[in-house]
């Protein structure tokens, strides 16, 4: 006999806490405050990131020696999937209260870097970001890139702009990536910079989701060379070092779960609608709606944990992650579609999550590398198995 596949019973008891806190806490705040909330008050924060804390539910994606919680990413795959289940939940999963990670790339850093920065963020004493998009374009930014630093003494000066940065209106520091070697597709290095240093502006990008992103301004910003990340001209290599293709793990775990909590409004609602002296779940039309949204969700669900998986084990796990990337996008997409459809003009009012999801939904098809860059990624690896890709 084929043993069937369970998740651990920790993990399930970790998945049914944050699930509980959701329903507990968050979605009863949720009620309270406007439609399209990106915090909650500051009391309401405290009181519940104490919580998190003594539950043992804090950052739990950082590193044990870090502060975290240290899951690994099949586990935090769960977990996120549970966590985002809440209007403001895709980008801002439970408001920060179970912690916000620092961008991944500064546990690359040495032990300055990660003190000055990685340790007080986990701490929620700062708030970092990541810069790779520039307004010349974001799809292929080994090309892209045009904001470039020079030396100067043991310092570095960078001039250019960054486009579309999450994070960067409310945070204190973040990774720029650099032109270094302007002869050199992939003569790129990554500083840590602070948004209160002269020389940085930033300006914030009115998009379709409340958390908006801002667009940066380096006008001859000194950065001391003990905060370039990793080695000159080797940003590119930290990047390739699979840290992009990692983020599309649980940002696509995140796009499941969203798509869960819109199909079970769906389901609900068309068991209590009435219309033609009958429930919506009466009706064929209506029960295939949901019948789409229950299929495309459960492959999603196994494709997000394969990739998880296969990071875990140290494959080579690029395309896996690019499959769950595209699937768990245009899944949110039309899951949440269809629940609109299925709650009528309700679906549209802001009086439910739907109508935010339904904005939301759309940028994950172009966030965290679009679609398109993914097909090309799945292609690649089609046409050229195990083949060398940038
Ligand atoms: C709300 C939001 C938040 C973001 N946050 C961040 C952030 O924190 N940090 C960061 O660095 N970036 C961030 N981004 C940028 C995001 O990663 C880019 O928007 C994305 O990579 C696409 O780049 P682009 O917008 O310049 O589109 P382009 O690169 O100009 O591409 C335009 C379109 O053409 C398609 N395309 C490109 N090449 C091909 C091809 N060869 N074949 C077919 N189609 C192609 C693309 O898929 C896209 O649909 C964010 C974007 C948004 C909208």
């Avoid at 919580?51 to 919680?69: D, I, R, S, Y």
């Avoid at 890139?145 to 579309?164: C, E, M, P, V, Y």
């Amino acid at each position: 006999m084929t043993e069937r596949y369970e998740l651990p019973e920790e993990l399930r008891l970790t998945r049914n806490l944050v699930s509980d806190f959701n329903k507990n806490e968050i979605i009863p705040l949720e009620q309270e405050i406007p439609h399209d909330s990106i915090t909650i008050p500051e009391n309401d924060f405290s009181r519940l990131s104490q919580k998190t804390k003594e539950m043992g539910l804090w950052c739990l994606a950082v590193p044990e020696k870090h502060g975290g919680a240290g899951l690994s990413l099949f586990a935090n795959a769960v977990i996120a999937e549970e966590m985002v289940q809440h209007a403001a939940g895709l980008y801002c999963p439970a408001y920060g209260t179970m912690g916000d990670a620092p961008p991944e790339i500064i546990w690359a850093g040495d032990e300055y870097q990660i003190k000055k920065y990685g340790l007080p963020t986990v701490e929620h004493k700062l708030k970092g970001w990541f810069a790779i998009t520039e307004p010349s374009g974001g799809s292929d930014p080994a090309r892209a890139i045009q904001t470039h630093a020079k030396r100067d003494g043991d310092d570095w000066i960078i001039n250019g702009s960054k486009l579309f940065i999450s994070g960067s209106p409310w945070g204190n520091w973040g990774i720029v990536f650099a032109r270094t070697d302007p002869e050199s597709r992939r003569g790129i290095t990554a500083f840590i910079v602070e948004n209160d240093w002269p020389g940085l502006t930033v300006e914030p990008v009115p998009v379709m989701r409340a958390y908006y992103p801002g667009q940066l301004f380096f006008d001859d910003l000194r950065v001391p060379s003990e905060n370039v990340l990793g080695e000159v001209d080797g940003g590119w290599d930290l990047l390739a070092n699979k840290l992009l293709a990692r983020a599309r793990i649980p940002y696509s775990a995140s796009n499941l779960g969203v798509a869960v909590a819109a199909h079970k409004m769906a389901v609900e609602y068309s068991k209590t609608r009435e219309t033609f002296g009958a429930p919506l779940a009466s009706r064929q039309a209506i029960q295939w709606m949901l019948v789409d949204s229950e299929i495309e969700i459960r492959a999603c669900r196994w494709l997000v944990w394969e990739a998880a998986w296969q990071f875990d084990n140290g494959e080579d796990f690029r395309q896996a992650a690019s499959v769950a990337k595209v699937h768990s996008a245009e899944t949110l997409g039309n899951v949440v579609d269809r629940a609109i459809q299925v709650h009528g003009g309700m679906g549209v009012t802001e009086w439910l999550p739907l109508e935010r999801w339904y904005r939301e939904a759309r940028i994950r098809r172009i966030g965290e590398g679009p679609t398109e860059v993914q097909k090309m990624v799945i292609a690649r690896e089609i046409l050229n198995p195990g083949g060398v890709h940038a």
